[in-house]
């Protein structure tokens, strides 16, 4: 048995993500993405598809990004 990191559920379908080296155990997407998933620069929304990286910053999109003052993204490419 292995138990969330984030709630402390105890589950049997448990599973571990390497993150950055270290192997972290949660019971559900849900609780990786709380405990994983980046947030955006701008508004805050957590980055759970492949988001914005700009000079090692993340945005949940190009919108964001722009108007945190990165220049040369564009999500209509
Ligand atoms: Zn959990
Ligand atoms: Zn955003």
Known sequence: ???????G????????IVHEGTT???DSFECAIQALAP???HC???VIGHGCE???????CA???T???VRGIDDRV
Do not use: L, S
């Open 9 to 16: 559920n105890d589950y049997d379908k448990a599973f571990q």
């Open 54 to 60: 700009a000079d090692g910053t993340i945005y949940c």
């Open 24 to 26: 972290r155990t949660f």
């Open 63 to 65: 919108h964001c990004a």
């Open 67 to 69: 108007h945190a003052g």
């Open 39 to 41: 947030t955006c620069a």
């Open 44 to 46: 805050g929304t957590r």
């Open 1 to 7: 048995m292995a138990k969330c990191e984030t709630c």
